[in-house]
Every structure is written in C-alpha cells, then in structure tokens.
C-alpha cells in the first residue's frame, strides 16, 4: 500500500509564495509521474501540474511562469513551489502518483488560502 502525505500549505498574501511538499511512503515500486491538482469550491479540479520520473513537466496556463515542480526520485517526493501567488490560487491542493500496473494514489489534501 502507496501513502502520500502532503505538507505547506497556509494562508499566504497575494504575491506571497509557498512550497507545498508531498512524500510517497510503502511498496511503490516503479513510478510514472508525480503531480498536483488542485480544487477550488464550487470548481471544477484542476491539473496544476505533473512531472514524469524522466523529468518533463507540464504546467496548466494558469500557473505557467510562477509554479515550478520539482521532484526528488530516490525519496519518492514531488515539491511545488508556487510564487507570486493570486486569490484564484486559493484551493485544496492535492498531489498524486501513478504507479506502473497500479493506477493512481492520492493524497488528503492541502489548503492553500490566498487573502489580504
């Protein structure tokens, strides 16, 4: 059994930053990617963005230029680092991991609030 358990987020100001964390833990075996969706009430969930275990990235067009994702292989753990950071970012942030002949894992959930 896959556990992520997911860390950083918080009230933050807009042009704030945060970093969120997520680390997979248990029998893993071999990984395809890593990522991050996210979730604002009464939206729709929202790919943020995703990095495969080769290193490409993919970024929505919301968050291309101020989110990077990064990722540590041999520890199993996805970071997003979210800079200048807008009201709109405000959602329940969300990291997965798929797994090669075992599908998806997520995590519980971050709250990232964007407010003055």
């Known amino acids: 059994q896959v556990q992520l358990v997911e860390s950083g987020g918080g009230l933050v100001q807009p042009g704030g930053s945060l970093r969120l964390s997520c680390a997979a833990s248990?029998?893993?075996?071999?990984?395809?990617?890593m990522g991050w969706y996210r979730q604002a009430p009464g939206k729709q969930r929202e790919l943020v963005a995703f990095i495969t275990d080769s290193g490409s990235t993919k970024y929505s067009d919301s968050v291309t230029g101020r989110f990077t994702i990064s990722r540590i292989n041999n520890r199993n753990t996805v970071y997003l680092q979210m800079n200048s950071l807008k009201p709109e970012d405000t959602a329940v942030y969300s990291c997965?991991?798929?797994?090669?002949?075992?599908?998806?894992?997520w995590g519980q959930g971050t709250q990232v609030t964007v407010s003055s």
């Open positions: 997965y991991v798929d797994i090669m002949y075992r599908g998806r894992t």
């Open positions: 248990g029998s893993i075996g071999s990984t395809i990617a």
